[in-house]
Structure formats: structure tokens, C-alpha cells
């Protein structure tokens, strides 16, 4: 994985924190759409370097991050995925940086 896709994992990890917080509707739509493109990536990475369980995850993120069918869990749940999303950004992080 490029370097470049590192570090734009650990701004999304910065924009999923503030997610976390009371912010205008439009940022979390911003979020969903960045976070969705990204994995979207990731998963095609994954699939082109045959990782089949890392393709599934980051598949699974990207489309329920996806902005065009919006999936309505409530701010508390929300608030979970983020958080799980936060710790596979890190987990994948590591992974690239480990692998270096």
C-alpha cells in the first residue's frame, strides 16, 4: 500500500474523532463520503494483492459508510462504528508500517 493512502488513514482517524462530537450535519456527510471512497480503495488493494478477509472488511466499511443509501443507525451507534472504524484505520496502519 502507498504511503500516501497511510496518511490520509490517519486524517480520516482525526475526522472520525471529531465525528464523535456535535458537528454540522454537512461534515458527517463529507466523512461518508471520504470514508466510503477510501475503503472503497483499500478493499480494491486488498483484492489485487489476494487478501480475501481484509477485501471483505474494508468492502463492508465502504459501503456502509456510502452516501447514496444512507443506512440510519442513530447518533449512540454511529458513534460505535466509528470507534471500530478508528481501531481497523489503526490496525491497517500498522499493518502498512510494520510491513515496511
Not at 6 to 22: E, H, M, Q, R
Not at 54 to 62: C, D, H, R, S
Not at 73 to 88: E, F, H, P, S, T
Amino acid at each position: 500500500m502507498k504511503k500516501e493512502m497511510s496518511y490520509i488513514g490517519l486524517v480520516l482517524i482525526v475526522f472520525l474523532v471529531l465525528s464523535l462530537l456535535n458537528m454540522p450535519y454537512g461534515f458527517y456527510n463529507l466523512i461518508r463520503f471520504v470514508v466510503s471512497i477510501y475503503f472503497a480503495v483499500l478493499s480494491y488493494s486488498f483484492y489485487k494483492q489476494d487478501k480475501k478477509k481484509e477485501t471483505i472488511i474494508t468492502l463492508v466499511v465502504a459501503l456502509l459508510f456510502q452516501p447514496f443509501l444512507p443506512i440510519h443507525l442513530g447518533r449512540i451507534l454511529w458513534n460505535i462504528v466509528d470507534i471500530l472504524v478508528i481501531l481497523l484505520l489503526i490496525i491497517i496502519w500498522r499493518m502498512t508500517k510494520d510491513s515496511k
